[in-house]
C-alpha cells in the first residue's frame, strides 16, 4: 500500500443557540462579569438544552462537513469521536452518530482525552490514511459539557460549553496535510481534572450523587502552570523535529482553555499575537471541539489560508499533551 500523507478536506462547526452570558452566571454563583472576564478571558458560551446528546450536535457538525465535501455518508471508512461526554458509557457515541449519519460502511470508536482529544483522534486517523488502509476519515470533536458541570461550583461552571467541530480526512496530493505529531502522558496529574465517580473505581451510588461526584473537579492552579508550560514545550520539540522556529509558524491553535494560558504560552513558544487564534470569549471552554471551533474561527477571519504552517496543541486531563505541525490544505467554507 501506497503512503500518502493525511490531509483535512473539510470542516464543520456547530454550537448550540442557546448563549450564556457572564451576566447570566452572576445569578447562579457568587461572581461578576469582570470577575469572569479578567481571569479567563470569557464573555459568553453556548449551552445545549437539557437532554441533548453529545451525538446529536457531532451530526450537526459531521453534517456540514459531509455537505462542504460534496461527500456521502455511505463512502466514509472509520469515524473517531473525542469526548469526555459520551451518550451513553457504552456502545460508543461514534457507534450512534455512524448510525444517526447513514455512514453504514464505517467501524467506529471513541477516544478519550479530554481537552486533547481532538489532537489525538487526528492522530491516530492520520496513521489510517498514510499506511493506504482507508482513504475517506471523520474525525470528530464534540462535547456537551453542561451535562458534568456544576452550576452551583464557581471556578469550573463560569469555564464551559457546549459545541462540536468535525473534520474529515483524505489523502493528500501535494505537500499540503499532516507533518508530524507529538504527544505526552503524564499520569501522576490525573487527580488534578476529573470526575470522581461513575467508573469501576466508584461506581454510582445515592451517595455518590449526593456527593455531586459526577462532576468535573479541578485543581485550577495546578492545571495553569502545567498547560502553561507544555503548550509551548510540545511544539517546540515539533518545530526543532522539522528544524523550523516559531517564527515560521503562521497561525498558533492552542485548546481554548483560558486566553491568560494561551497567551503565556504562545509567548513562551515565541509567537507573535497576531498569529494565535483565540475564540475563548465566545465559547468557553467546549473541550474536545475547541481546535475545530477555533479553525472555523481563523477562517472566518481570514487569517488561515493553504499552504500556511500551523501548530495545534492542547492540554488535557490525564493529564495528556497533543501537539501537531499541520500544512494547511485549504478547505471548501462558508
Known amino acids: 500500500m501506497s503512503r500518502k500523507r493525511a490531509r483535512i478536506s473539510a470542516l464543520g462547526c456547530h454550537v448550540p443557540d442557546r448563549v450564556v452570558k457572564n451576566a447570566d452566571l452572576e445569578k447562579m454563583v457568587d461572581t461578576t462579569d469582570e470577575w469572569i472576564h479578567s481571569r479567563t478571558g470569557i464573555r459568553e458560551r453556548r449551552r445545549a438544552e437539557p437532554g441533548t446528546p453529545t451525538s446529536e450536535i457531532a451530526l450537526n457538525a459531521s453534517r456540514k462537513a459531509l455537505d462542504l465535501a460534496e461527500m456521502r455518508a455511505s463512502d466514509i471508512d472509520l469515524i473517531i469521536v473525542a469526548t469526555i461526554t459520551p451518550d451513553?458509557?457504552?456502545?460508543?457515541?461514534?457507534?450512534?452518530?455512524?448510525?444517526?449519519?447513514?455512514?453504514?460502511?464505517?467501524?467506529?470508536?471513541?477516544?478519550?482525552?479530554?481537552?486533547?482529544?481532538?489532537?489525538?483522534?487526528?492522530?491516530?486517523?492520520?496513521?489510517?490514511?498514510?499506511?493506504?488502509?482507508?482513504?475517506?476519515?471523520?474525525?470528530?470533536?464534540?462535547?456537551?459539557?453542561?451535562?458534568?458541570?456544576?452550576?452551583?461550583?464557581?471556578?469550573?461552571?463560569?469555564?464551559?460549553?457546549d459545541g462540536a467541530g468535525a473534520v474529515l480526512l483524505e489523502p493528500a496530493e501535494d505537500e499540503t496535510g499532516i507533518l508530524d505529531f507529538y504527544h505526552e502522558t503524564d499520569g501522576w496529574g490525573a487527580p488534578y481534572l476529573n470526575m470522581p465517580a461513575g467508573g469501576s473505581a466508584l461506581s454510582t451510588s445515592h451517595e455518590t450523587v449526593d456527593?455531586?461526584?459526577?462532576?468535573?473537579?479541578?485543581?485550577?492552579?495546578?492545571?495553569?502552570?502545567?498547560?502553561?508550560?507544555?503548550?509551548?514545550?510540545?511544539?517546540?520539540?515539533?518545530?526543532?523535529?522539522?528544524?523550523?522556529?516559531?517564527?515560521?509558524?503562521?497561525?498558533?491553535?492552542?485548546?481554548?482553555?483560558?486566553?491568560?494560558?494561551?497567551?503565556?504560552?504562545?509567548?513562551?513558544?515565541?509567537?507573535?499575537?497576531?498569529?494565535?487564534?483565540?475564540?475563548?470569549?465566545?465559547?468557553?471552554?467546549t473541550t474536545g471541539a475547541t481546535i475545530p471551533l477555533a479553525l472555523g474561527t481563523a477562517l472566518d477571519e481570514g487569517a488561515l489560508e493553504k499552504g500556511d504552517l500551523m501548530v495545534l496543541t492542547s492540554v488535557g486531563a490525564g493529564l495528556t499533551v497533543g501537539a501537531m505541525l499541520v500544512r494547511w490544505s485549504g478547505v471548501p467554507w462558508k
Open 88 to 161: 451513553v458509557p457504552f456502545p460508543a457515541t461514534a457507534c450512534i452518530l455512524q448510525d444517526k449519519l447513514g455512514a453504514s460502511r464505517a467501524w467506529c470508536f471513541d477516544v478519550s482525552a479530554a481537552c486533547s482529544g481532538f489532537i489525538y483522534a487526528l492522530t491516530i486517523g492520520a496513521q489510517f490514511i498514510e499506511t493506504g488502509a482507508h482513504r475517506k476519515i471523520l474525525v470528530v470533536g464534540a462535547d456537551v459539557m453542561s451535562a458534568i458541570v456544576d452550576y452551583e461550583e464557581r471556578s469550573t461552571c463560569i469555564l464551559f460549553g
Open 211 to 285: 456527593q455531586k461526584l459526577h462532576f468535573i473537579r479541578q485543581d485550577g492552579r495546578q492545571i495553569f502552570k502545567y498547560a502553561t508550560r507544555k503548550m509551548a514545550e510540545a511544539p517546540q520539540i515539533l518545530l526543532a523535529r522539522h528544524g523550523l522556529t516559531a517564527a515560521d509558524i503562521d497561525l498558533y491553535v492552542a485548546h481554548q482553555a483560558n486566553a491568560r494560558i494561551i497567551d503565556a504560552a504562545a509567548q513562551r513558544l515565541g509567537v507573535s499575537p497576531e498569529k494565535v487564534v483565540k475564540n475563548i470569549e465566545r465559547y468557553g471552554n
